[in-house]
């Protein structure tokens, strides 16, 4: 009970402090959605947030994605993929009903993804990921190319852009994460400006537990919000966003 109680009262910390951030930039908090970061947690502590109405969640990992499916199958609840994606991993994920890869950040795996899903005769929306903060540990397109590269991608009939995601800086100093932050949503006006065929821009899947009160009032519309709602995890960051292409 304890545990139940504690992610419950976790939840209504973040969803205040949404509200707050909403509040303070002009916005409204229907605006923004809370995606539950689940990475490492076990299928039955995501349950009670799934039970509690707030039932968006993302895994990095397909092997989690595998792990956790026939477990959450029968709670009703919506997926996205948010960590890097392996080419070798795309069959496996498209097994299960993930309804949005956040992470699409190459061409080649736009092109591999778009043949399994012709295959398959289905459609998946997509995010693309931008490396705002030029860390080279972190995946993502250059800024500098983001614009061509949604070019690229809107060729591929399978997959629906719906907007852009960012990790940003790991960093206590957030005058400079909000520096990634708003240089994803100058990214997004430049690409709604380029009026591309076939291309949404609606999506600013940015900011984390330490950081959405920025993201928000920078824009995202998807805070994605893990270690606050279920604890602190074992692993490092890089654990997350750092696998091997």
């Not at 992610?7 to 409204?28: F, L, M, V």
């Not at 809370?34 to 076990?42: G, I, M, R």
């Not at 065929?197 to 919000?225: C, F, H, N, W």
Request: proline share 2%.
């Amino acid at each position: 009970m304890e545990n139940k109680d504690t992610i419950i009262h976790n939840i209504e910390i973040i969803k205040k402090r949404i509200i707050r951030a909403c509040e303070k930039s002009n916005r409204t908090p229907e605006e923004v959605k809370l995606l539950l970061a689940t990475k490492t947690v076990p299928a039955e502590r995501i349950k009670i947030a799934l039970n509690y109405g707030y039932t968006l969640i993302g895994e990095n990992r397909v092997q989690e994605v595998k792990g956790k499916g026939d477990e959450l199958k029968d709670t009703p609840h919506q997926q996205h993929f948010i960590g890097h994606l392996q080419t070798n991993k795309i069959k496996d994920l498209l097994k299960y009903p993930v309804t949005c890869i956040e992470s699409l950040d190459r061409v080649g795996l736009a092109e591999r993804l778009d043949k399994r899903l012709a295959n398959k005769g289905k459609t998946i929306d997509v995010l693309l990921q931008i490396n705002t903060s030029n860390e080279e540990s972190k995946f993502g397109v250059h800024p500098g190319d983001a614009i061509e590269f949604a070019r690229q991608v809107a060729q591929f009939q399978h997959l629906k852009i719906k907007g852009l995601m960012t990790i940003g800086l790991f960093s206590a100093e957030l005058e400079r994460v909000r520096a990634c932050f708003r240089l994803l949503r100058d990214i997004q006006q430049k690409i709604q400006q380029e009026d591309i065929s076939g291309v949404e821009m609606k999506e600013l899947s940015m900011g984390m537990s330490g950081d959405l009160e920025v993201a928000i009032e920078e824009g995202a519309t998807i805070v994605r919000v893990g270690t606050a709602i279920f604890g602190e995890r074992i692993y490092p960051d890089s654990y997350y966003w750092n696998e091997e292409k």
